[in-house]
């Protein structure tokens, strides 16, 4: 039994054809240590553990014809049964879904954890993702020959996040999308490179004033590059008063 003061630790389930490809990049620097220092798990599933005839098979022709193979609905089922919902939510990755943004990684963090189905070939059966109540989730408008590496971004943007895992938590309320608009630029030495200067408020030392030149900063940028979170940005700032 867990100790009381004892808690769970967030954890990701990965359903996979290619267990290896994990903790791959999230095995390093920032999340690689939080994962050895406990405050993240992460487990993997070997789908085709779960293949039922002798060769093996995870995969199949699609019904009514058509390029490549779909991961076949019973054994995928039987691997999701294995692990259980009661982490809470099942998602897969794919281009079909809900893009992935701060918003969704905010939200995902704040569960127990999270399983991730990563399918290859042309994906998996439309049964499984309605009989077991698999959400899709986007990781952007491209198509990726696996779900593995959009989990890898997915688990990145979540885990950096969990309690305990930037040293500086103020860090977080800082940076691009906490108030929905893109970072403004960064400088550090040399004061003169290569003929360029520091802006020079970042040299003044008054706080206020560096405070207004990054926000104005962060709003012309988002502006230029990215209207649809402009719009959103002057929405909320206008109903914020
Ligand atoms: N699998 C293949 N392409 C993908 C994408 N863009 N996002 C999430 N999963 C995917």
Same mark, same amino acid.
């Given at each position: ?66 390029? =490549?193979?779909?991961?076949? @609905?019973? +054994? *995928?089922? &039987? $691997? %999701? ?64 020959? =696996?779900?593995?590496?959009? @989990?890898? +971004? *997915?688990? &990145? $943007? %979540? ?83």
């Amino acid at each position: 039994a867990m100790a009381m003061n004892e808690e769970k630790i967030w954890s990701a389930t990965v359903l996979t054809l290619f267990p290896e490809m994990f903790p791959g990049p999230l095995g390093q620097s920032l999340a690689g240590n939080a994962l050895k220092n406990g405050i993240w798990g992460l487990e993997t599933v070997d789908i085709r553990s779960f293949a039922r005839d002798k060769h093996r098979s995870v995969d199949d022709a699609p019904f009514g014809g058509g390029p =490549g193979m779909v991961m076949r @609905a019973d +054994v *995928l089922a &039987d $691997a %999701v049964d294995d692990v259980g919902s009661n982490t809470g939510r099942i998602i897969y990755l794919s281009p079909q879904g809900r893009r992935l943004d701060q918003a969704l990684a905010r939200e995902l963090a704040e569960q127990d954890g999270v399983v991730l189905v990563c399918g290859r070939f042309e994906g998996i059966d439309q049964r499984d993702l309605d009989g077991r109540e698999i959400e899709e989730v986007s990781i952007g408008d491209y198509v990726l020959s =696996g779900g593995e590496t959009a @989990a890898l +971004v *997915l688990l &990145d $943007a %979540v885990v950096r996040l969990l309690p305990g895992v930037i040293g500086d938590a103020a860090a977080l309320d800082e940076e691009s999308f906490a108030h929905g608009l893109l970072e403004y630029p960064q400088y550090t030495r040399p004061q003169v490179w290569e003929g360029r200067e520091v802006p020079e408020v970042l040299t003044s030392g008054h706080h206020e004033k560096i405070r207004a030149w990054r926000l104005a900063r962060a709003e012309e940028l988002t502006r230029a590059r990215r209207p649809d979170l402009w719009e959103r940005y002057l929405r909320a700032t206008k109903s914020r008063g």
